[in-house]
T-cell receptor
Framework: DVKVTQSSRYLVKRTGEKVFLECVQDMDHENMFWYRQDPGLGLRLIYFSYDVKMKEKGDIPEGYSVSREKKERFSLILESASTNQTSMYLC?????????????FGPGTRLTVL | AQSVTQLGSHVSVSEGALVLLRCNYSSSVPPYLFWYVQYPNQGLQLLLKYTSAATLVKGINGFEAEFKKSETSFHLTKPSAHMSDAAEYFCAVSVASQGNLIFGKGTKLSVKP
């Protein structure tokens, strides 16, 4: 089974802090994604990556950056956390050979910025 | 461009009643369609997917969905709701040439005893 893990389930940070959210997948998937989930807004794509060192902006990239130095790891960075970044963050991965773009999700990180 | 509309942000049913969660999509090319379920404080788990084979797709936990091209719909059903079905359900669409999924805003299902 594909396993996608995220470094923290719950995280509390202060406004202005630099925050790192880590995601690791164990199925040699090429594609990795970061979403944020807010009530009533569904899942919104922040950034995605199709290969090591490659990144593409999603729908809401402002205030975020990403890093993909190794194929299995995709990091989301909040350069200076703000209260409006309080949210649930979900990481996902998919492979070129996976079934029809099916994405596999991690358990999520619930981030609170005070 | 692809898009997904889920009708009803909240649906409430009684235990044992039919579950019907609605999803309509927009796509200029044949789509792949997915239903995911999210239990509280968890990630998304795939329920079922349509990949242009059979139009009636069976998934886990007794759920199924029917692809209707003429209605651009992919509604999710389950004949008899169980308390454990209470969760949020997301419909998603993708096309072969792109790796992204486009998600609907989700429908929260409540099951009353």
């Amino acid at each position: 089974d594909v396993k996608v893990t995220q470094s923290s389930r719950y995280l509390v940070k202060r406004t202005g802090e630099k925050v790192f959210l880590e995601c690791v997948q164990d199925m040699d998937h090429e594609n990795m994604f970061w979403y944020r989930q807010d009530p009533g807004l569904g899942l919104r794509l922040i950034y995605f990556s199709y290969d090591v060192k490659m990144k593409e902006k999603g729908d809401i990239p402002e205030g975020y950056s990403v890093s993909r130095e190794k194929k299995e790891r995709f990091s989301l960075i909040l350069e200076s956390a703000s209260t409006n970044q309080t949210s649930m963050y979900l990481c996902a991965s998919s492979g070129y050979m996976s079934s029809y773009n099916e994405q596999f999700f991690g358990p999520g990180t619930r981030l609170t910025v005070l | 461009a692809q898009s997904v509309t889920q009708l009803g942000s909240h649906v409430s049913v009684s235990e044992g009643a039919l579950v019907l969660l609605r999803c309509n999509y927009s796509s200029s090319v044949p789509p792949y369609l997915f239903w995911y379920v999210q239990y509280p404080n968890q990630g998304l788990q795939l329920l079922l997917k349509y990949t242009s084979a059979a139009t009636l797709v069976k998934g886990i936990n007794g759920f199924e969905a029917e692809f209707k091209k003429s209605e651009t719909s992919f509604h999710l059903t389950k004949p008899s709701a169980h308390m454990s079905d209470a969760a949020e359900y997301f419909c998603a669409v993708s096309v072969a040439s792109q790796g992204n999924l486009i998600f609907g805003k989700g429908t929260k299902l409540s099951v009353k005893p």
